[in-house]
């Protein structure tokens, strides 16, 4: 039995929940770091042509580019990247985390789509997907903001491309690219609309999340002392849910100083292609809380995990 996963269904029902939505909520749907970083040197060899002046080692390029590089081989694409514009960059990062809206809701979403309404998501994606998803039933507010894809959706995306090789695209819509988070961040609209809601929640649930967590640091240093300040001034049950989440759980657990954190530990994308494979049409959590659906969501779930290693 995957512990708290019962608890954690039963509170998925209730209205007025917090949740806090990372990478791993739309994973399959865009890709993470490291796979981001493959796509972006791969568009730009594509290019054909780059400056001969090094890359400005900007927060963007230290966390995508010199981040995520390997010891290995140093091929010519490789070296060209080393040159890239910082409006190539940031444009190629907006493109590969804009994944295409489509009309069907994609299973990662559609299992919050029966939370109780209304709740509040808290999405820290660039990809815009739980506004276009859940926005129509729950709050939704997005405070890295989100891509511009009047440049990333446009059929003239590949000369705008070019152009970054010359000039820096304008941003159409306040965004925080992956890299640290300003100090003032927490003092924004949406930190400061989350800040009641979250102190009068029933529970707070971090899905697929680990407060910008990465190989020098978190990123997310502000967001995550925002989040345990409210949490604070609450005695709301926390979840975490994620493929390893008991370090940051035992790690809220510490400062929250008290026993109301739990971990779920779930890859995301093959949990709710779990559910959604045994969901009936209109069944939504409520329905799996019965002993021996919550068994066969489980087991579905786990034969599922094991196919996709």
């Known amino acids: 039995m995957i512990p708290h996963l019962r608890a954690l269904l039963d509170s998925m029902r209730r209205p007025k929940g917090f949740y806090i939505l990372g990478a791993g909520t739309s994973a399959r749907l865009v890709p993470f770091t490291t796979e981001l970083r493959d796509k972006i040197k791969d568009a730009y060899w594509s290019l054909g042509g780059f400056p001969a ?3 400005l080692h900007t927060h963007l390029f230290n966390r995508i580019v010199e981040g995520y590089r390997g010891g290995g081989f140093w091929d010519t694409p490789e070296i060209a990247l080393q040159h890239i514009t910082t409006g190539t960059l ?3 990062v907006q493109r590969y985390l804009a994944h295409s809206l489509r009309p069907e809701v994609p299973p990662q979403y559609q299992i919050l789509r029966c939370v109780g309404a209304p ?3 808290f999405s820290f994606n660039l990809d815009g997907l739980a506004k276009a998803y859940l926005g129509d ?3 939704v507010l997005e405070p890295h903001g989100a891509v511009d894809r009047e ?6 995306f590949k000369d705008f491309l ?3 090789l010359d000039i820096e695209l304008p941003h159409l819509h306040p965004k925080l690219l992956p890299g640290p988070e300003p100090a003032s961040i927490t003092e924004t609209t949406p930190y400061l609309r989350a800040r009641s809601w979250l102190r009068q929640a029933p529970s707070a649930t971090l899905i697929g999340y680990s407060f910008g967590k990465n190989r020098s640091g978190r990123d997310d240093a502000e967001s995550f002392e925002y989040v345990i300040e409210h949490l604070r001034a609450t005695s709301c049950v926390v979840f975490v849910v994620g493929p390893d989440p008991l370090e940051l759980a035992a790690l809220i657990e510490e400062r929250l100083h ?3 954190v739990f971990p779920v530990s779930l890859y995301w994308d093959v949990f709710t292609q779990a559910a959604a494979s045994l969901t009936r049409s209109g069944q939504c959590h409520s329905a799996w809380l019965c002993p021996n659906n919550l068994r066969a969501l489980e087991h579905s779930y786990l034969r599922a995990l094991e196919l996709s290693s």
């Open 119 to 121: 709740s509040l998501f």
């Open 258 to 260: 008290a026993k109301r």
């Open 53 to 55: 002046t090094l890359a």
């Open 162 to 164: 070019r152009w970054t």
């Open 137 to 139: 039933i729950h709050v």
């Open 151 to 156: 440049w990333t959706d446009s059929p003239h």
């Open 90 to 92: 940031e444009l190629l």
